[in-house]
């Protein structure tokens, strides 16, 4: 599913919220011993992940979650350069990135358990059935289990969590089912600005022929990422 902006991050009677992260949206399955890592979009990659492919040996078979690719740094901040970096390596390159920047998949939706089909369960249901996946089988890295709340505080808590890379929230209705390319979530983003300067060249018109520069231009710009979710 995919998720619409909402200008203010309120939680509503019947939704739970999820931290929204700094990462790379990405579906993974398990279907006799073969694992597919993929983008939202289709793209396969789980050769540049070699470290969440042979994590997938926890997982029960014909399991299938929907969840972010992340990196944190030594300082405990989610490094999305780093996780970047390491789409362009394969082989060799790749089994090195991830013993010196390894990924986390932080799972927050179960598709598929053990050949059962979740996607038309309600959100609270396949919420629980996630839980229990990772309860029962003691999952450990790479895997990761997002927080969830229905509460209030604890969402405003999500939205201090600027200084370690978290982007916001994402708020999920408890009786929804999961809807492939539907945009049936909401998001609220946080948005943070800081001064740059910029060189910046005003041409003037043909008839003057000169060309004047400022060389000190200063805006703040808010940050802005290209997302998934």
């Given at each position: 599913?995919?998720?619409t902006p909402v200008p203010e991050p309120s939680l509503q009677p019947g939704c739970a919220a999820e931290p929204k992260w700094d990462g790379f949206r990405a579906?993974?399955?398990v279907d006799a011993g073969r694992v597919v890592l993929r983008s939202r979009r289709g793209s396969e990659m789980g050769p540049s992940f070699p470290e969440v492919v042979a994590g997938a040996v926890q997982l029960p078979d014909a399991t299938a979650m929907d969840g972010e690719l992340?990196?944190?740094?030594?300082a405990g901040r989610l490094a999305f350069e780093r996780l970047q970096n390491r789409l362009a390596r394969h082989g060799a390159g790749a089994a090195r990135a991830a013993e010196e920047w390894p990924a986390h998949f932080v799972a927050f939706d179960l598709l598929r358990r053990s050949g059962t089909d979740t996607t038309s369960?309600?959100?609270?249901?396949r919420r629980a059935a996630l839980e229990s996946?990772?309860?029962a089988r003691r999952l450990s890295a790479p895997w990761a289990l997002c927080p969830s709340t229905t509460e209030a505080d604890v969402v405003r808590e999500w939205l201090t969590w600027a200084s370690v890379g978290m982007e916001g929230v994402v708020f999920k209705r408890l009786n929804d089912a999961y809807r492939p390319s539907v945009r049936g979530w909401e998001k609220y983003k946080v948005r943070e600005t800081s001064e740059a300067?910029?060189?910046v060249k005003f041409l003037c018109s043909?008839?003057?022929a000169r060309a004047l520069?400022?060389?000190?231009?200063?805006?703040?710009?808010p940050r802005q990422r290209v997302r998934r979710r």
């Open positions: 599913m995919l998720s579906l993974v399955s992340v990196v944190w740094d030594a369960w309600p959100y609270r249901r996946v990772f309860a300067i910029f060189p043909v008839r003057r520069t400022d060389e000190t231009f200063v805006s703040a710009v």
